[in-house]
Nanobody, 121 residues
Framework: QVQLVESGGGLVQPGGSLRLSCAAS????????MGWYRQSPGNQRELVAI???????NYADSMKGRFTISRDNAKNTVHLQMNSLKPEDTAVYLC???????????????WGQGTQVTVSS
């Protein structure tokens, strides 16, 4: 119904930057929130940042001041600019969107497949 495709992950040295992007497509009626989560081996999936359709933003405390989330409603895309990366930021980063499916009143959470971010020297 709705597909999310992430891009922009990779290997970066500590202190470096990466920009992740996620594009939503398919049977989209409305996208209420878009966000990024991350998961590393042995850890639970955790929120990185989330942004509403009106631009309201929440960040996890450990990402405040380093990460910036932005959204283009016209293009159904969300981006995550990550600066001052640390080894502990290494994880699979997953895009999430809370979507009303077109032609219905049904809403679902959709997930991308994830993109690997590795911070290492």
């Amino acid at each position: 119904q709705v597909q999310l495709v992430e891009s922009g992950g990779g290997l970066v040295q500590p202190g470096g930057s990466l920009r992740l992007s996620c594009a939503a497509s398919g049977s989209i009626g409305d996208i209420y929130t878009m966000g990024w989560y991350r998961q590393s081996p042995g850890n639970q999936r955790e929120l990185v940042a989330i942004i509403s359709s009106t631009g309201s933003i929440n960040y996890a405390d450990s990402m405040k001041g380093r990460f910036t989330i932005s959204r283009d409603n016209a293009k159904n895309t969300v981006h995550l600019q990550m600066n001052s990366l640390k080894p502990e930021d290494t994880a699979v980063y997953l895009c999430n969107a809370h979507v009303r499916v077109a032609g219905t009143f049904a809403t679902f959470d959709f997930w991308g497949q994830g993109t690997q971010v590795t911070v290492s020297s």
